[in-house]
């Protein structure tokens, strides 16, 4: 899994998967969110089109990875986004 940042265009993209070979198609949920699916509805990864804001606004600008199961939590800063 992979997180990427573009301040050009002040997205971002979640990817869960390799897309290599793979054809998807990006399916727009609403004016801040699309979806890459393939045709077997797999998820390929999530793009944020208004990154700068969406990322900011909750866990006051900070990634968290919470484990339900285990009860664990993982905290880092996310840099600052131009």
Not at 41 to 46: A, K, N, S
Not at 48 to 55: C, D
């Amino acid at each position: 899994m992979q997180l990427t940042y573009d301040p050009r265009r002040k997205t971002a993209h979640l990817r869960l998967r390799e897309i290599a070979g793979v054809q998807v198609e990006a399916v727009r949920l609403n004016d801040e969110v699309k979806i890459d699916l393939s045709p077997d509805g797999t998820v390929y990864g999530m793009e944020l089109l208004n990154a700068k804001a969406e990322l900011r606004a909750c866990d006051h600008g900070r990634f968290v990875l919470v484990d339900e199961v285990a009860g664990s939590r993982i905290e880092a800063p996310l840099p600052e986004l131009t």
